[in-house]
């Protein structure tokens, strides 16, 4: 992989791409708290679109590669990708995976989480931490004059200390700025076949988002649905993400409210 089409951000599109991470973190907040048994993820993204839309912003996912809905709200054994909808109620036990994407003045921040809603298993919330745990193990790793490798092999040593977790590898985190996808791929585990070699550099812009199963690490779709990810095996699955900044000293965390 070259890096060739990476494009590094001046301080004055970092500071605009702080704004849009900062209305997305509120929003996603937002869209979490509402996340409680009785509601639907259409419900959830009509909250996250009017905390985007109140703020100046606009639902980056919305018409994103055809994608219907300003978040992807996805289910239990669902990874990512899955389209709110009406006929989705949210029940006590629910693992809920909330991603947001916000442009504001032509710039893009991207930010995910997942919450357990009531009473969830020993085993979901850990499935929980870890994965969060492991967002914060690539952020660490974000240091001028590393390689995109030092994250995935961060993330990757992270996870592989904390039990037998599947993670993704088919769906990566990625650069990010005017372009919602932008150069390099960031992902989350080392594959020495093909090493990730883009240097960490002052003003690279790349959102991180470690995807963990309980099972295996590999993915599905259904028939009818082009859209929502599943878990092969049908285990559970988590999500974390946070839009971060190379600088010349500790990364900056971009989608923080
Ligand atoms: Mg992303």
């Not at 009531?118 to 969060?132: D, H, K, S």
């Not at 961060?154 to 932008?182: D, M």
């Not at 259904?222 to 092969?232: E, F, H, L, M």
Request: include cysteine; hydrophobic fraction near 40%.
């Amino acid at each position: 992989m070259t890096d060739r089409q990476v494009v590094l951000k001046s301080p004055r599109e970092i500071a605009l791409m702080r704004e849009a991470g900062r209305i997305a973190a509120l929003a996603l907040r937002e869209t979490a708290k509402a996340a409680e048994p009785g509601v639907t993820t259409a419900e959830l993204d009509r909250v996250a679109e009017a905390a985007i839309r109140s703020r100046g912003g606009i639902p980056s996912f919305k018409g994103l590669y055809g994608f219907p809905a300003s978040i992807c709200c996805s289910l239990n054994d669902e990874i990512v990708h899955g389209i709110p909808s009406t006929k989705r109620t949210i029940r006590a036990g629910d693992l809920v995976k909330i991603d947001i994407g916000v442009k504001r003045e032509g710039y893009h921040s991207d930010t995910a989480l997942t919450v357990g809603v009531g009473a969830i298993p020993p085993e979901a919330q850990r499935l929980i931490e870890v994965t969060e745990q492991a967002l914060w193990a690539g952020i660490r790793a974000c240091c001028a004059g590393g390689r995109v490798r030092d994250i995935s092999a961060a993330i990757e040593r992270y996870v592989r200390s904390q039990g037998n977790y599947g993670i993704v590898r088919q769906y990566v985190g990625h650069g990010i700025g005017r372009q919602f996808h932008e150069a390099p791929q960031v992902p989350n585990y080392l594959d020495p076949r093909h090493p990730v070699n883009t240097p960490l550099k002052p003003g690279l812009v790349i959102a991180i988002e470690p995807m963990l199963n309980a099972g295996s690490w590999e993915t599905k779709q259904r028939p009818g649905d082009s859209w929502t990810v599943y878990t092969a095996d049908g285990s559970l699955s988590a999500h974390f993400e946070h839009t971060v900044a190379i600088t010349a000293g500790e990364p900056e965390v971009l989608t923080l409210p």
